[in-house]
């Protein structure tokens, strides 16, 4: 079986602009998350979506929103990029919302 | 915010040796993970603890849940240069989010 698939795996934008990452989750789970990772640091939680839900949102500006679709797959779209938002953004799946996380490879965003 | 801090945050050690990392809070967690990450990849579960006081083994990693649920340690023996990466810990708080840790960075040498 496929593990989690994200797209694209390196994307570079200019500041202000807006980008949209794509994850497939894997087969059977209903659940994805994102992440944000910051070189030299741990992932920061930034959504939750199960059974096409938001269930769970981190502490990220209005400018970042998601959205999961009728195949459980999900994008996360970030607004007015800021220079800051340079980071691996991380998508996992699990079965259900507590279930063990899987990661995706992640997108490599540099604004 | 539930800040979960790592010890140290790098770490190189020669080929054989034994090592221990730990991730302390302030905060109480209902489980807290450990992962592995690897360069241009996510991170990888290798273990969840549950219950306070709780230690698993798998294969020569040893992971250790704090009696008060608040820190965990982890601590490889004979390390193999397989075991290079970054190891994060991360809790499990409320709004099905998990809390990660800032990082162990290892390196083996061989």
């Known amino acids: 079986d496929a593990g989690v698939t994200q797209s694209p795996t390196h994307l570079i934008k200019t500041r202000g602009q807006q980008v949209t990452l794509r994850c497939s989750p894997i087969?059977?789970?209903?659940?994805v998350s994102w992440y944000q990772q910051v070189l030299g640091q741990g992932p920061q939680f930034i959504f939750q979506?199960?059974?096409?839900?938001?269930?769970g949102r981190g502490n990220f500006p209005d400018r970042f929103s998601a959205r999961q679709f009728p195949n459980y797959s999900s994008e996360l779209n970030v607004n007015a990029l800021l220079l800051g938002d340079s980071a691996l953004y991380l998508c996992?799946?699990?079965?259900?919302?507590?279930?063990?996380?899987?990661f995706g490879n992640g997108t490599r965003l540099a604004v | 915010t539930q800040l979960l801090e790592q010890s140290p945050q790098f770490l190189s050690i020669q080929e054989g040796e034994n090592l221990t990392v730990y991730c302390n809070s302030s905060?109480?967690?209902?489980?807290l993970q450990w992962y592995r990450q690897e360069p241009g990849e996510g991170p990888v579960l290798l273990v969840t603890?549950?219950?306070?006081?709780e230690v698993k083994k798998l294969k020569r990693l040893t992971f250790q849940f704090g009696d008060a649920r608040k820190d965990s340690s982890l601590h490889i023996t004979a390390a193999q240069t397989g075991d290079t990466g970054l190891y994060l810990c991360?809790?499990?708080?409320?709004?099905?989010?998990?809390?990660f840790g800032t990082g162990t960075r290892l390196t083996v040498i061989p």
């Open positions: 979506y199960y059974e096409k839900e938001e269930r």
């Open positions: 991360a809790g499990e708080g409320g709004a099905n989010n998990l809390f």
């Open positions: 996992a799946s699990s079965r259900q919302g507590n279930s063990p996380l899987h």
């Open positions: 087969s059977g789970h209903k659940s």
């Open positions: 905060s109480v967690f209902s489980s």
């Open positions: 603890v549950v219950t306070g006081g």
